[in-house]
């Protein structure tokens, strides 16, 4: 069942309140103020006293809770004095559900978050693992691409309470590509995870625009007390409507990309579609293909030609042949520079 | 008083300093972050430290601010040695708190100056371009 955020705060509210050994038998109206004290609006009698019936009754909820009216003391209790709500077991279809994406869960807490949400997931995991065990050994279904040391993501529950906060933040920024340290001050508008990498999308007051920042080359962010510059989703969605990647080539627009792909690719390639605007040009009758992509240039993209090469060659546009041309020479050279010196490792 | 945050600010100092990024002033104490890019004009990058009595010198005052911590960078006489001629270092100094004025200083890491010190003069601080933090140290 799909559970009303709010209700289940009302319900945990109740819950509180009748397991509260210091002040028993709370009145409905006792009720209904520590409510409206937690959610911050006003609630009837009667919203609270359905609120009570669905925590007594309802199925679905599952809670089935002892709630009795004492009459004598003028207020609500548990008849079971060891009740409370948060510790009813997972019904069967929860266990499912959870057990389903917990191993997608264990993964994403070991690299890519914070100590925060890695706590709420792990109280997740303490819940299930009694289950696991009456289930028997459960034997591991997802497996995800993930690597425990990558720097960065202890950064990411603030930057991510910016995003959703609409708060200006600076941070230090080192360039990789320039070799220098910057202090940027940004109007972070999105997260966005590339390859199992993280990014940072944000309007950039030095560039006067939007700009890409690796999670891991960014330190030390400070929330700012300003004005929020605020980007039309518009804009922020088609900066990544045609771009392969994170860091679209400086001056670029969207262009038409043609690439050769062997027989053997143009199957990983169809079934792995690099863009939604992705074609097939030109079908030869040895299998290969000559693909048609829609994109600004980026370094990821000149990176995925690269990465499978020679079954895929990009022909055209010529600025991106060349920087395939010119990175695979440059492999080249070292390659043939290492095979002299592996004498020396 | 909320922190505020001077960036970028502007100063002179030798080439091959350390960057000066940013100085934020809390309420009891002074931090200023600076960026360190090694280059080949030392072998293998080489090496970088602070000195114990590093300070600010407020001008047109006599007050000096001594160096209270150095973070992420060794204080003097150990060292810190770069790996290469493209390393990075990312550091912090803290000082006692700057006055909430329009001022300039001077960070001195030793007197007399020589080309490897890590000396800046003329740091501005100018009152109309501070940013107020959210949150506080």
Known sequence: MSLNKEAYIRYKVIDECLTNRFVTYPTIQDLIAACERKLGKIFSVSAIQKDIKAMKEDDALGFLAPIKFSRQFNGYYYADTDYSINTIPLNSSDIEALDAVSDMLEAFTGSRISENFNQAVEKIFASLKEKKFQIGKKQRCIQTDTYNQQKGFENFERLLHAVANRIPVCFIHYSYKKRCFNSVITHPMLLKEFQNRWYLVAYSEQHKGLRTFGLDRIR??????????????????????????????????????????????????????IHESQKEHNVKSDGSIVFEVELIPSQELVNFFKQFSPDVVVLKPSPIVKAVEDALKTAFFRYRMNHHETQTV | MKPKLYNL???????????????????????????????SFYIRGGWVNIHPETFIRIHHSKEKLQMLKAENIPVKPDKHHFRSTVDNLYFTLYFPPLPDRYLSFDLIEDEPATTTLFNYYNIRINKAKAIELLNKI
């Open chain 1, 220 to 273: 030390d962010p400070l929330f700012l007390d300003k004005p929020f510059h605020e980007v039309d989703e518009r804009i922020v969605n088609a900066y990544f409507s045609h771009i392969y990647g994170t860091y679209p080539w400086p001056g670029y627009k969207h262009q038409k990309i043609y690439f050769y792909a062997s027989a053997l690719m143009s199957d990983y390639i169809k079934a792995n579609p």
């Open chain 2, 9 to 39: 600010p502007s100063y002179k100092t030798n080439t091959g300093c350390p960057r000066m990024l940013r100085i934020i002033l809390y309420e009891k104490l002074t931090r200023i972050d600076f960026g360190h890019q090694t280059d």
